[in-house]
């Protein structure tokens, strides 16, 4: 399950109206991790714990990087950092979640058509 690479640096890149923020995770996501995490910062899966607009997980070559960007605009009222980034962490223990409980449900799922085939003979 992937979690953040305590022992990596993070990167921030800086624009006048936005922080951008690569944090690495411990090596890869599965490509249904990263789905799962896309669905969940967006806000799309039922039961996620709200949006975290300008948050995305990608798989590069060394290991898997959450990136998000943070507005800085002077001219509005911008996102305080230190939630964003709280609710980065619980999307990241949510996809931890329902990625195990895929597996688990596709396990049983294999074992029930097992059965069957074993059944039919």
């Known amino acids: 399950m992937p979690d953040f690479d305590h022992h990596a640096d993070i990167k921030i890149l800086r624009d006048i109206d936005l922080v951008t923020a690569e944090i690495?995770?411990?090596?890869?996501?599965?490509?249904?991790?990263?789905?799962?995490?896309h669905k969940l910062?967006?806000?799309?899966?039922?039961g996620s714990g709200g949006p975290v607009p300008g948050a995305e997980a990608h798989d590069r070559t060394d290991r898997t990087w959450v990136i998000v960007r943070i507005p800085a605009s002077?001219?509005?009222?911008?996102?305080?950092p230190a939630a964003v980034l709280e609710g980065l962490v619980q999307a990241i223990q949510d996809a931890n979640v329902l990625e195990q409980r895929d597996s688990s449900a596709a396990r049983v799922e294999a074992a029930i058509r097992d059965w069957w085939v074993h059944q039919q003979r």
């Open 41 to 46: 910062t967006s806000g799309t899966l039922p």
């Open 74 to 80: 002077a001219a509005g009222p911008a996102p305080d």
């Open 24 to 37: 690495p995770l411990a090596g890869h996501a599965s490509p249904h991790w990263i789905s799962l995490f």
